[in-house]
């Protein structure tokens, strides 16, 4: 499913970036342009993450014991400094207008074309983000967003674009053009910043490290005096918890690995393609404090 939503979103930035650029040579428009250049951005990024999404799929070996799945988290890293890097050449190309401005030719036509090239793109950055949730990857998530990215930039050149052709001011088309680089600059910074957290194991959210806590105290149902040392991390679309069981120690252990069990199948119930770790301790381990 992933890999099909990945290949979906490189087709779709092939056409998309067509559209742009005839859009561009129809009008001449720099803001046109810096759409354009976004979008030979977001090709380079489809292609980067349909060849993690692969790389991420494949199953455990000898030197990869946990899998592949962090192989998406370098794609969006990546991603993010293509959207970082296509702002700046946005700024590069409007810079020169903005000091220069120039009127534009005859923009009905181009702006219809990048109308539609923008419509497509707003579908497609629906798809992709709510494939990347339900799967929980990375590089489709990353990807979504970059095209987002995309959507808004266009909105607001179409927007600006429209508007100095109705007014006159033409330096409102470069302008314009440093504008969506700016706020594109701030998202690709977002996107490194969040990938490189998946990089260094962060750990799961608060909401859903509660759920976990909830799960495991409902499944128990006082049967174990203590649970302690929980520790949660991410890896791509897999996650991985960990966590000290402390039992009373007239339990045997074939009643401590069948609770473990239990365990372990109510927590894949409500998170599934979790990773559980259980750790069983007699009752002297048992902290004061808790956890």
């Known amino acids: 499913m992933a890999e099909n939503a990945a290949r979906l979103s490189l ?109 497509i793109n707003g579908l497609l950055a629906w798809h992709l983000l709510r494939q990347g949730r339900r799967l929980r990857s990375p590089a489709l998530t990353a990807d979504g967003y970059h095209v987002l990215s995309d959507v808004l930039t266009s909105v607001g050149v179409l927007a600006g674009v429209s508007l100095a052709w109705a007014t006159g001011l033409w330096v409102l088309d470069p302008l314009l053009a440093l504008l969506v680089a700016g706020d594109i600059l701030l998202m690709g910074f977002r996107l490194v910043r969040q990938s490189v ?20 105290a409902e499944a128990l149902g006082g049967r174990a005096l203590e649970v302690h040392d929980l520790k949660t991390r991410k890896a791509g679309n897999r996650a991985f918890l960990e966590f000290h069981l402390v039992v009373p120690g007239s339990m045997t252990v074939e009643e401590a690995h069948r609770l473990c069990d239990e365990l372990e199948r109510a927590l894949e119930k409500e998170f599934p393609g979790l990773v559980v770790t259980i750790h069983v301790e007699p009752e002297k381990e048992r902290k004061e404090l808790g956890n």
């Open 11 to 119: 087709v779709v930035a092939l056409l998309v970036l067509g559209l742009k650029a005839f859009a561009y040579l129809l009008t001449g428009s720099v803001a046109l342009l810096s759409d354009a250049l976004e979008s030979l951005v977001n090709v380079a990024a489809a292609l980067l993450a349909l060849l993690a999404i692969r790389f991420a799929q494949r199953p455990p070996d000898e030197t990869h014991p946990f899998g592949h799945s962090k192989a998406e988290y370098f794609s969006a890293v990546l991603e993010g400094v293509l959207v970082v890097l296509a702002a700046f050449l946005i700024a590069k190309e409007s810079i020169p207008r903005l000091l220069h401005p120039r009127p534009l030719g005859d923009l009905g036509p181009g702006l219809l074309v990048s109308l539609l090239a923008s419509l």
């Open 197 to 216: 957290g998946g990089l260094m194991d962060e750990g799961l959210s608060p909401a859903e490290v509660s759920r976990i806590r909830k799960t495991i």
